[in-house]
Every structure is written in C-alpha cells, then in structure tokens.
C-alpha cells in the first residue's frame, strides 16, 4: 500500500501544531509530544500525555480529559469528563487509569489544559465473550538516528488494528558522536539523538524518551490504538541483565548499576502508556485476554532475573583452543535463568488457565529470539571466491566478526548467546509448560532486526511452538553489514527450525488471529532514508490451533 505522508502527518500532527500555537500565543502550556493509550483490559485502559509547561514553571498544571464514542468528543455526548492533572515530579507527564468502560468499544479521547487542547486519540477496550479474530501490530527496535519511523506510519495507516505490541528497544542510550550507533546513517545528521551524549541520569533518559515521542509518526501510530508494550534492553543499556549490562561501566563514570537500571526505569513508566502492577518495577509480566480467543501473556527476560550472557570467547577458549565440551556444559547449566521461578510459575498457570478457559491461542509476546539459530555457513552458500572477495572488502571490525563466525560454522554454537539460545535449560522449561497446559501457544519476537518464521522443537524433536520474529523499525540488521551475503537462505539451510529470515528489511508484523488459524503477514516499508514511502507484505505465514493442543507447520 503507498501511504499518503500528508494525510498521516495532518493527522499526526495538527492538533499537537495547534497546541504550540496557541503557546506561543500566550496560552500557559502545549502539547509537543502526542497523545498514547496502552494496557487496554475489558473495562479500563491507560490514557497518556505530557503536557510542555512554560518555562520555569514548577507548580502543578490542572487540566481536564474527555472521552466518548465519537471523534467529535461533544461535551453532551461524552462517555468521561475527567479533571487530571500534570506535575514536574512525573515530568509533566499525565497518566489516567480509566475505568468503567465497556468491553470491545472504540473510544476516542483528548486533553485539555486551559484554552489549549492535545491531539485527539483513538483507543478500544478488549473484548469480552465470543471473539471473532483480532489484528494486531508487532513492532520493535526503533533507532532513531538511523532512518525515518515510515514503519510507525505504516502502523498508523492500517484499516484495521486492535493493538500494537511492543517487544522492546523504543528508545536507544546511545550519543551523537560520529561514531555512535546509527549516527552513520545518511538521514543522522538530522536525526542525531538527544541528550547527544550515553543517556545515564533520570534527566537523560526523560530527554531521550521526549525525543522519540516528538516524532509525528510515531504520534500517529500512538494515537490510532492502544499499545502493550515492554521493555529490552536499550530502554537501560545495551545486553542488560539483572545485575549489570554490557554497557554500564561504573569505572567510566556511569555510576551505579542500580541507581542507572531505577532512573531508566522511572523514565519508563512517566513516558510509556502502561500501568503498574507488581511490586517491584522490574516485575512488568502480565496478560491481556482477547476475548475467548486469545491470551497475549507478555514476559520480562531482561531486569527480573536474567543471569549475565556467556560470552563466547571466554566460556569458549581455554589456554587458547576450544573447549567445546566445557563451554557446553556452561551453556546448558539449568541454573542459568532469563526470567527466574517465579514468573516461570507464573507463566506455567496463565497458559493453564488460558486453556482451561477455552481460549484458542496462546500468545507469548517475549524480547528474543525463542529458535534455535546456529551460525550460518555463508563460505558454503556463497562459494570461497565469492565468500573472500566480500571479506575482503569489508570493514576490519565486520571482517573478523564474519570470520570468526564462519570458523563456527560447522559446530551447533548459537549465533546469538543473548537471546534464548543462550539459556536452552530455561527455553525447555517453557517447552515443558507448553505441552503441560496443552497450549496453543505462538511466541512473538523482537530485538534481533530480522523477520522470523520459526517452528520450535523440544529437545525430543517435537514441535511444541511456532515463532514470528519483527524486524526493525529502524534498526540495523546484519544484513545491513554485509549486503552482499545471502544471509537469509544461509540461516534456513544451516537451521532446521528457521523458514524464514530476512534482517535487510524494515518493518512491522501484521498478526490476525482467528479461531481456525493465525496469520503473520511481514509488512515491509520501502525506505527509512526517505519521508515518501510504500509499505508491502514479504511474506505470508499461517498456522492453525490442534484440537489436543499445540500448533501445526507453518502453511505459507
């Protein structure tokens, strides 16, 4: 489909222009930052918004939300006239839990803080009883020097869309620096980030989390539905754990790793359109039900309990050789954790209870990748002339990544030790609560910026699960370092479970469920290096639900 950008950036963004406007009028305050619903259950959601006071302005803001029916929000007609209000301690952010709605009712919404009015939103409760099917939009990994957010334009397009899921890595920590991730992007210049510095304090994180937000497309795609989000690991740093990460470093002035993780995570909560539930604020596990179709049951792996990834080099070369059988009994050590016993529990009597309430299809909205991905043989698809021809001609940091990835190729070493295949005790233990609960289960999949389609096996062979993996919205796949490798056809012939990888493309995943079967349309946008674009699907997955439980292959 070609997207109209003056249609989307009119609705995006007239209301919020006006605002500024009349601020700089000399009305008190403005809207610059959209409006956003989320954590939509049958009888309440999340409405959000920040107001931008005046400079200077320390006090307490008092404003009013309305909510109906109707996109003309007439006070006769209004289903809520609620008073809220905005204070620096939240960072003028505004967020209302709104009860007593109805189930599976659009409604639309819109703040108003003295004579100046926010942009008008569009959000829908969760359905209750028999449900037909449901769409929804699977997004993740948005960096924003690196390109254009067509693919939230895209989101915000559709005819149709019941919610949006957010798998993780909304905002990135990273500076402005010429050599900062993404700032070589031909459109970073215009986009570098901001603070242009690693986002580290509690002001950082709420400067970077404002910057994204001010970005009309993705106002448009918060502002057409609600979203169920949760976070990876660039909303704190990068490969974040529950002790540390890969890029906190104390000895370089970061500070504390605690202090860091409750800033990043304040930031979070005052910005994202999402409603606090467990007593810790890493505790961000919870369900949503769609009706008698579904349950999306969305997991925390990062904060919660992950045990720090192994790193390939050290867990692998002992005195300088390979210890294969060490660093696999490393790898499959079944203490080793990614969201710990307690949400295992937790998830164990959800996907239960899912099943016994009759629902078709059990959803797993989780970060990482869930497959079994082991490194690709790009020497045996490409051939060796064609194999070293690309070496050579790849930078010296890319060159000895891909050949030292290609010295593995013949051994079952995971590509990526962050993402499941990093913790196959923990993985075997879902796999075990799947055919437990004789779930249907579908596992959703964000950070990795590649489109997946995986059918995941236990270690007995069986096939428990079938997996979708989103690209980027922007982020950079491998694919975008070596452009002249076959990457995807090398990841499907090296890894039975991998049907489909394509990490070149930008995008979203457009999953509809209904009671016979769930469809996984990969939705590709044409460009992020440009503000005209057109959005396609790639390819098409189905799968349908067993009446004993568990999901059939992948008909394409």
Known sequence: MKIDRRALLTMAGAAAAAGAAQAHAGARIAFLHGVASGDPLQDRVIL?????????????????????????????????????????????????????????????????????????????TLPEGRTEDVVLAVASCSLYPNGYFNAYGAIAALDRIDAVIHLGDYIYEYGAAADDYGMSSPVARERPHDPPHEIVSLGDYRRRHAQYKSDPQLQAAHARAPWIVVWDDHE??????????????????????????????????????????????????????????????????????????????????????????????????????????????????????????????????????????????????????????????????????????????????????????????????????????????????????????????????ALVAAEFGTTGITSPGFSDLLPQAPLGEALVARNPEVKYADSAAKGFVKLTLTRTVARAEMIAVSTILARDYSASALRTFEVKPLAGGGVSGFAS
């Open 48 to 124: 959000w918004t920040r107001v931008t006071p005046p400079a200077g302005d320390t006090g307490q803001l008092q404003g009013e939300l309305r909510i109906g029916t109707d996109a003309g929000l007439d006070r006769k007609t209004l289903t809520k006239f609620l008073k809220v209000g905005a204070a620096a301690d939240q960072d003028w952010t505004v967020k209302v839990d709104v009860t007593g709605l109805k189930p599976g009712t659009e409604y639309f919404y819109q703040f108003r803080f003295g004579e100046v009015a926010s942009p008008v939103g569009r959000t829908r």
């Open 236 to 461: 704190s740093t990068n490969d974040s754990f529950q002790s540390g990460a890969e890029n906190h470093n104390p000895d370089k002035g970061e500070g504390d790793w605690a202090t860091r993780k409750a800033a990043a995570l304040q930031a979070y909560y005052e910005w994202m359109p999402i409603r606090r539930t467990g007593a810790l604020p890493e505790a961000i596990n919870r369900t949503f039900r769609f009706g008698d179709l579904a349950s999306l049951i969305m997991v925390e792996t990062r904060l919660t309990a992950r045990n720090e990834p192994l790193d390939l080099q050290a867990a692998l070369m002992v005195d300088g050789k390979p210890d294969f059988p060490g660093f696999f009994r490393k790898l499959n050590d079944p203490a080793r954790q990614l969201m710990g016993s307690s949400q295992e529990a937790w998830l164990a009597g959800e996907l239960s209870r899912s099943v016994k309430s009759g629902e078709t299809w059990q959803i797993l909205g989780n970060q990482v990748v869930m497959g079994k991905v082991y490194t690709p043989d790009l020497r045996k698809q490409m051939g060796d002339q064609a194999f070293e021809a690309m070496l050579a001609a790849l930078p010296g940091f890319v060159r000895d990544r891909v050949a030292a990835s290609a010295a593995l190729a013949g051994v079952d070493v995971p590509l990526n030790l962050d993402q499941w295949d990093g913790y196959p005790a923990a993985r075997e233990r879902v796999f075990d609560m799947f055919r437990a609960s004789k779930s249907r289960p579908i596992v959703l999949a964000g950070d990795s910026h590649s489109f997946w389609a995986n059918e995941l096996h236990d270690r007995a062979g």
